[in-house]
């Protein structure tokens, strides 16, 4: 086949593609108009639908237990989460189904933290009347998005993000600076960046009974001194982490000097990277020593955010847990061991080194001396940590869905005229 006859093949999917989403947003705009609305029904969504969890699970849950007024509905493509939502007489909804639709179509607020594909169908089979708050997953320290200085997002991805930017009416922050830095990225408009704190922070300030639960389940009967988490950042088209990325590394060594100062190490790896092989034969031959080391999986513990406040310390390098983590003001490490790779393909909203609130761990030697540190409570890094969180927090209390769910009201109150 002609390289000229391949490019015409191309085109023609393409524009079946852009005449398809025309047709649903099309389709949804005359639903929007012709069923009627119902002004107090709110939609959820995570992770592209597939996922139940961080600051849309937190908020819907708050909702639920706190907000009568308000109708929420969790939308999912997943049949586990519907099971499972269902089970515990959660109001779900497949979104592709014809209750979907109706659902999508008489809406007029939704809360997502991932893309429009957590609520719709496809990011275009979506309606004008309909105004969207965007929870994120938490702001890094990393460029994403328009703000990554190498390895520029797809003209698709652009296409759907500046679509998405249309219909944000609020993105939520965690202060003035995060909203600063965070525009950067999402490019809606700085105005439309408002400061509320994360859902998902008001159970690491309270952790809930249920939380409490799962923890004392986990736990069992080990009573180690301390509880460390490691929580890397998730290398995404970069493979999987590099879990004690240091020459000098001895799982052997590692087991021994955990146990002459009795601390349990839990290994949190991204969702997807339990997928690759060579990971999960490490992991599983570290586990083997469950009295030291323990695997905090997604299936036990689908949101981190319910872990890290059971945590004395954390062992990250460029995640948003880290900014989160800044709320319990307890020691932290980092092995940033790809910085340079970061630096070139991402680059950093602010001077990392400059603002890192703890050591940058070089070698195995260091870690293990780090982790002594923390057994005996010794802390070096209080003052830098109290630097970055007041530039990352204005709030350090429990309300942030309190306030977040105000945004509800103002939306009511100010597009009520439309929606009749």
């Known amino acids: ?93 497949s979104i592709f189904s014809l209750k979907g639709i109706w659902t999508i179509s008489t809406s007029r607020i939704g809360f997502f933290t991932d893309s429009l594909r957590d609520l719709f169908i ?32 797809s003209d698709k991805e ?30 809606i408009g700085r105005e439309k960046h408002v400061v509320t704190g994360y859902p998902r922070n008001d159970s690491v300030i309270v952790p809930k009974s249920e939380a409490n639960q799962v ?23 970069r493979g999987v982490t590099n879990f004690f990325p240091f020459e000098d590394f001895n799982d052997v060594k590692l087991v021994e000097h955990l146990r002459k100062e009795n601390i349990l190490l839990l290994l949190r790896p991204h969702v997807t990277e339990l997928e690759n092989k060579n990971l999960r034969g490490f992991f599983s031959k570290l586990e083997k020593n469950s009295d030291v080391i323990k695997i905090a999986s997604h299936k036990v513990f689908p949101d981190v955010n319910t872990i890290i406040p059971y945590a004395d310390a954390l062992i990250s390098d460029y995640s948003a847990l880290y900014h989160d983590f800044l709320l319990l003001d307890k020691p932290m490490l980092f092995i940033p061991y790809d910085y340079e790779d970061f630096a070139l393909k991402n680059g950093f909203l602010y001077d990392y ?24 409570d010794e802390d070096k890094y209080r003052e830098k940590r109290n630097l970055l969180k007041n530039k990352i927090h204005l709030n350090i209390d429990d309300n942030s869905c309190q306030r977040v769910s105000q945004l509800i009201d103002t939306l009511k109150k100010s597009w009520k005229y439309e929606w009749n």
């Not at 999912?76 to 089970?87: D, G, I, P």
């Not at 309606?127 to 890094?140: D, E, P, Y």
């Not at 652009?158 to 990225?185: G, H, M, N, P």
């Open 353 to 376: 080194y400059e603002n890192l609130p703890g050591p940058a761990i070089k070698s195995f030697t260091e870690l293990c001396h780090s982790f002594t540190e923390i057994s005996k």
């Open 1 to 93: 086949m002609k390289i000229d006859e391949i490019i015409n093949k191309i085109s023609i999917r393409v524009f079946k593609i852009k005449i398809v989403r025309k047709i649903l947003h099309l389709g949804f705009n005359f639903l929007s108009r012709i069923l009627k609305p119902n002004i107090n029904k709110v939609i959820f969504g995570a992770m592209n639908g597939s996922w139940y969890g961080d600051n849309s699970r937190h908020l819907f849950e708050w909702i639920l237990e706190n907000r009568p007024d308000i109708e929420p509905v969790w939308m999912t493509n997943n049949r586990q989460v519907k099971r499972y939502l269902t089970k515990q007489n959660k109001p779900v909804v």
């Open 158 to 187: 652009k296409e759907e993000r500046l679509w998405e930017a249309k219909l944000i009416e609020y993105a939520i922050s965690t202060s003035e600076f995060v909203s600063d830095i965070q525009e950067e990225c999402l490019r």
């Open 215 to 237: 923890w004392n389940n986990f736990i069992g009967d080990l009573t180690p001194r301390k509880i460390i988490l490691y929580g890397p950042s998730w290398r995404h088209g």
């Open 122 to 153: 496809d990011p275009f089979a979506t309606h004008a009347k309909i105004r969207l708050v965007a929870l994120r997953h938490g702001r890094s320290v990393k460029r994403v998005r328009f703000a990554r200085l190498g390895h520029k997002i």
